[in-house]
């Protein structure tokens, strides 16, 4: 089987991050672009990237490209395509377009285009279709990809209760990652919510692949073949340890995170407990990393209350968590800086659901 590229996308900031576990995975990558890291590959190696790696959001397959100047040159090359070395014909698909410095400046009709020779070729075009073909045309170059993930990356399969402002799991990984998180570690987070870090670091440790438990688009591509896949063997499974703690002022919270272990098979190695910040307190044992993901972004009037909340997160950090690292994601830095707590120069800012939000990290508190 010929490699072909493969992209990695990301969320905007997170690139050096999925790079760097892009290669300790053992993919070959190519590049680093905005948004995304380039590998190349086969089909194989874009399962297991979807399987495996948890900072990616998508994984999308490059089928194919070729230049077209105008709408008819596209068409006529579209109905060429080999699609079926790629798609099924019983499987619906949906079609999305951009273009950039072209001849063909109009996304939609170059849509079209691409529609009318998947229709030709037997396909349904539908909305919600399992399967997204993508088409780029940039500089008159038209570029095919087919995103091979379907539902977002992050999106583990396991989290029922998401809460009020969940972290997304690739997002959490990549700070995990970004502080140095060992998975031999301890780990706490005080204002857990639905749990994110706490399950992330607990997968970590359990050796627990992130895809294990979901379906993705590439299922439902003619590429696929389900005996080579069932041949991918997750790493033997290793014995739980009690290490992994989360806490929360909100009883829903902690009655949601609870279920979200038991789902993901984490009951053992993690415990959530309700209680304020101010209760918060180490597990017995040596040091190792706090995580937390405070409120922010409320509206003006109420961050006057969060300075409060965050300096009261600052002084029990400072007083009972000696010897602790701690890493703090908020989108605002002045309340970061209201915890007290002596930062490292801040990492870029990550894109997250229409704000950018910022990881603060400590060295361990003396
Ligand atoms: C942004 S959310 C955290 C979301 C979490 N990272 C997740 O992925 O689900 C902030 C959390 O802080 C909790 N919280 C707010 N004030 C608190 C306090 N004084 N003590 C403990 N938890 C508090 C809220 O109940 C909420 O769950």
Redesign the pocket.
Known sequence: MEPFEILLSTAPGLEPTLQAEAIAAGFPVTGVIPGGVTIMGTWPDVWRANLTLRTATHVLARIGSFRAMHLAQLDKRARKFPWGDVLRADVPVKVEAATQASKIYHAGAARQRIEGALQAFGATIAADAPVTVKLRIADDLCTLSVDTSGDSLHKRGFKTY??????RETL?AGFLAQCGFRPDEPLV?????????VLEAAELAAGLWPGRARDFAFQQLATFDPVAYGALTPPAPRASVLRFYG????DG?IRG?VANAARAGLSDWCRFTR????D?APPDGPPGLVM?????GARIGERKLLFA?YG??GTTLKTRFKGWRVGL?TSDGGLAKATGLPFLPPGPPVSHGGLSITLWRTDPIR
């Not at 998401?162 to 972290?167: E, I, T």
């Not at 987070?189 to 870090?197: E, L, R, V, Y």
């Not at 806490?247 to 909100?250: E, G, I, K, Q, T």
Request: hydrophobic content about 45%; glycine content about 8%.
């Open positions: 998401v809460g009020k402002a969940p972290l959490a987070d005080p204002m857990c919510g639905s749990g994110t870090f806490s929360d002022r909100d919270a995170a209680a304020p910040i101010s918060a937390v993901n405070p409120p922010y909340l009261a997160l994601v």
